[in-house]
């Protein structure tokens, strides 16, 4: 096996600028030259992972299959690159620091004085090897920014690493600001210069700089760059603004970047295949139709905490051809008015996501009910189902007093309780029901339309579950139960059959969407969206008429004259068969085609005038000079 190559990003004066979306675009452009990646993230923060953190400080905790809480730029990662993360690809400083005092009191140390550096950089070292481990290259993110104190054990252990492996080996790219001033009409590099210095102090000279700006950087400020920050000019990358997240590989390539780092790597790989990333780009332009998600949550001031979750209705949009605006709808402001319509004006779908705490419940119930008496769409994950049960129980089973014990420890009737091995557990954070477990699906349900298979697996983060116990009440009144973990048989799945669209499930799906594939319960969220759309209607019958072809074949015709139709040569008097159903499949009208897609353009029908008769034909179907058949009149 080969030696594998490590790329340590770090970032500069200021936060956020997209450390984490930065090292999965450098993921997905390696990927692309057909290397095998992986991608790691360093925070340094004390806690032990984010799975305690407040939403508001951290953002979404991602959750990956082995069950690990993890940050939400491994959500980055897995989007953008097809390498399956573990809890290994994300740890603390607080984690590093309790794994080297458990060592000390176990005496493993015999006896030494424990210290920064060589005991905690060497677990981290180790910790980076570990999960690198049978990859070509690992991209290693450091979170925080240079000159944070609580980075530098982080910082010095990767600035070993040039020196442990060889510098052949080693790869440090830098994220740094080049901001624009109005007032100047220009962009200043001081800030960069700055950063790079203080990167520099500390022993570790980037290779590669990835200048973020609103503006592209000329020529000009690309070698005043480089001059100063002692880079090679190429190595100067413009990590301009766009659109979309999912643009940055393609301008990434574009700007040579891929090209550099095989270069400083000593790397062969093949030519890269981008072409999905440019396809997937120029889809985002070219949506025909548009629809509005109201997403029920009580962090709606924040959209860091649905992270994967709008990534994924974007996704889902994108597989119908159509443009997703997600409407944020506080939670609390839906308990206060007696007439709650006027937050759903215009709303052509409404998801209630996962959450914890009892702020703003009512109204996610609230919201529930809306979506079920209104007929509008509507999708429950993790706490959306759990509250989605609830309200079906009280207004629909007449069981008045139905809540969850997580915010009424009271109720008789606890239709969510805790799941009955978290009723023991005290500790916090990595002691839910976490990770990727199993469901089996129920034939001629929703749930089974949208995955095609008898049997999926999906990620949980939750305590309480469907109570089993009022199970026949609730199906008696029309509940279906479309999935279930087939050890446990906890209930993962609900809906409603007499209803558009309405589900709910316990798990979240949108830790799997990816923009390439998307999740199928967001892929059939936003098509059910697009039917409450009245505009979207002729489009969706257009194409179902396609997708069925009721009508197989046309009646048959007569060639007037000799005519040749590419190879094949028609007599003059010879019948002509017609094959709808085969036009309907003709790769003129796009791909997919043996899928049903009701945002598809509708452009089947033309209307041909030849002669004394009138066809009506598709545009991919063969025109060709034709009567009627003597026996059918024109």
């Not at 452009?29 to 992972?49: F, Q, S």
């Not at 019958?541 to 005519?563: K, N």
């Amino acid at each position: 096996m080969s030696q594998t190559k490590y790329i340590f990003i770090t970032g500069g004066v200021l936060s956020s600028l997209g450390k984490g979306l930065a090292a999965a675009s450098i993921g997905a452009i390696m990927e692309a030259r057909g290397l095998n990646v992986t991608n790691i993230k360093l925070d340094p923060y004390i806690n032990v992972d984010p799975g305690t953190m407040s939403p508001f400080q951290h953002g979404e905790v991602f959750v990956t299959d082995d069950g690990a809480e993890t940050d939400l730029d491994l959500g980055h990662y897995e989007r953008f690159t097809s390498s399956p993360l573990t809890a290994k690809n994300n740890f603390t400083t607080g984690q590093v620091y309790d794994t080297v005092i458990q060592k000390e009191r176990n005496g493993e140390y015999l006896g030494k004085t424990v210290q920064v550096i060589p005991h905690i950089t060497d677990e981290i070292k180790r910790r980076i090897i570990e999960a690198a481990n049978g990859c070509d290259i690992a991209i290693v993110e450091i979170g925080g920014t240079v000159g944070d104190i609580e980075s530098l054990p982080f910082l010095e252990a990767i600035r070993q690493f040039g020196f442990d492996l060889g510098r052949s080996n080693v790869l440090y790219i830098h994220l740094t600001l080049v901001p624009y001033i109005p007032t100047a009409g220009e962009l200043k590099t001081k800030p960069t210069q700055h950063s790079v210095q203080k990167l520099r102090e500390i022993g570790i000279q980037p290779q590669i700089l990835l200048c973020r700006s609103e503006k592209r950087l000329s020529a000009e400020l690309k070698e005043k760059i480089a001059l100063f920050c002692n880079v090679e000019k190429d190595a100067v990358i413009n990590a301009v603004d766009v659109s979309n997240i999912y643009q940055v590989p393609v301008e990434f390539h574009r700007e040579g970047l891929d090209e550099r780092i095989v270069e400083y790597l000593n790397m062969w790989t093949r030519e890269p295949r981008m072409q999905g990333w440019e396809q997937l780009v120029e889809k985002f332009g070219s949506r025909t139709a548009e629809v509005n998600i109201a997403v029920v949550g009580k962090y709606v001031k924040l959209t860091d905490s649905y992270k994967s979750l709008n990534e994924a209705l974007e996704h889902g949009g994108l597989f119908n051809d159509t443009r997703v605006n997600r409407v944020y709808v506080d939670a609390e402001a839906l308990m206060e008015e007696d007439d709650i319509s006027r937050h759903f004006e215009n709303i052509h779908g409404i998801l209630v996501p996962g959450g914890f705490g009892d702020r703003g419940i009512e109204g996610k119930i609230r919201a529930a009910e809306y979506a079920r008496t209104k007929m509008i769409p509507y999708f429950g994950i993790c706490l959306g189902m759990q509250l989605a049960v609830v309200e079906f129980a009280r207004h629909v089973s007449g069981i008045g007093r139905a809540n969850s014990s997580e915010f009424d420890q009271d109720t008789p009737d606890a239709v969510i309780d805790f799941l009955p091995d978290q009723r023991l557990i005290t500790k916090k954070g990595g002691t839910m029901r976490l990770g990727a477990y199993r469901c089996i699906l129920q034939p001629g349900t929703k749930a089974m339309q949208a995955y095609q298979d008898k049997e999926i697996s999906e990620r949980h983060r939750h305590r309480y579950e469907f109570n089993s116990r009022y199970e026949k009440q609730l199906t008696d009144k029309g509940l279906i139960i479309s999935g279930r973990n087939p050890e446990t048989k906890l209930v993962e799945i609900v809906e409603l059959p007499d209803h558009p669209w309405f589900l709910g499930c316990q798990f979240h799906p949108e830790f799997k969407s990816k923009p390439m594939q998307p999740h199928p319960l967001f892929r059939d969220l936003t098509a059910a969206a697009l039917a409450e759309d009245p505009a979207s209607v002729p489009t969706a019958v257009e194409e179902l008429l396609r997708y069925l072809s009721v009508v197989q074949v046309a009646f048959p015709r007569f060639s007037r004259s000799a005519v040749r139709i590419g190879d094949v040569e028609i007599p003059a008097g010879q019948m002509v068969l017609v094959s709808l159903s085969g036009a309907d499949r003709d790769p003129v009208l796009g791909e997919n085609l043996e899928s049903f897609e009701p945002t598809r353009p509708a452009r089947l029908l033309n209307r041909i005038e030849n002669g004394t008769a009138t066809i009506w034909v598709t545009n991919s179907a063969r025109i060709i000079p034709v009567v009627p058949s003597p026996s059918v009149e024109p």
